[in-house]
């Protein structure tokens, strides 16, 4: 009881319930979990931002808290010459998220298991998907849109989603403050996606 999605290695028992849902017109299966983030269902949130995105041919994707795995394997399986990495700092979500690239036939995928970007320090990324872990705190959300900017190649994009009422107003001031332009993408179920651009031309 009481033990947050977020949570390393989470202790409550196992209750495995798999979902099939359709995104974007293509069939996918889940194996979710308990001590997992959205138990048994694909997040409103996690839909709407996937519905929204727009995923260029070959680029390089991080899905940043990938839970059970819905935004990275939705983004390799719709973008099949994508390299797609996925992090999560539970482990349990981890294990999930290996089997559901399998599970969906996304070999175009790796799941690295740590907290925030320090899985993948020194890479360079097109576009960094999320649902951020609101829960974890302001914080913590800010500090992944910060380094999501420094793990950007010129002209990548950070796209997020978050609930209107647990504070997608801030995220979307956070964005403009880091980011050389902001925007909302999509609005829709109580949920707000927005992205964040970095410039074009070469700051290194
Ligand atoms: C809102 S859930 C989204 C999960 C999944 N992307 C989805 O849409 O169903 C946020 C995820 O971030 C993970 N998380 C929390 N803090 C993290 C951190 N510091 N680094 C990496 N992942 C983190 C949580 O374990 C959780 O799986």
Redesign the pocket.
């Known amino acids: 009881m009481g033990e947050h999605?977020?949570t390393e290695a989470p202790t409550s028992a196992h209750a495995e319930k798999e979902i099939a849902v359709e995104l974007k017109g293509r069939r996918f299966r889940f194996v979710t979990d308990a001590g997992?983030?959205?138990r048994g269902k694909?997040?409103r949130?996690?839909r709407l931002l996937i519905e929204a995105v727009d995923i260029p041919e070959g680029s390089v994707v991080l899905?940043?808290?990938?839970?059970?795995g819905?935004?990275g394997i939705a983004a390799a399986v719709l973008c099949p010459t994508c390299r797609v990495y996925m992090?999560?700092?539970?482990e349990r979500?981890c294990g999930l998220a290996m089997r559901n690239a399998a599970l969906n036939g996304a070999a175009n995928v790796e799941v690295r298991c740590?907290?925030?970007f320090q899985p993948v320090e020194g890479m360079k990324f097109d576009l960094v998907l999320?649902?951020?872990?609101?829960r974890?705190g302001k914080r913590?959300v800010f500090e992944i849109i910060e380094e999501a900017a420094r793990h950007l190649k010129p002209g990548g994009r950070l796209v997020l989603v978050a609930r209107t009422k647990q504070g997608a107003k801030s995220l979307l001031r956070k964005l403009a403050e880091v980011f050389s332009a902001a925007r909302e993408v999509e609005k829709g179920s109580g949920y707000r996606v927005m992205e964040g651009i970095t410039e074009r031309m070469n700051r290194e």
Do not use: E, Q
């Not at 899905?63 to 059970?68: A, I, N, P």
């Not at 999320?130 to 609101?134: D, T, W």
């Open positions: 999605y977020f997992v983030f959205a694909l997040d949130g996690t899905d940043l808290g990938c839970g059970y819905p935004i992090i999560d700092v539970n979500a740590g907290a925030g999320s649902n951020p872990p609101i974890a913590v």
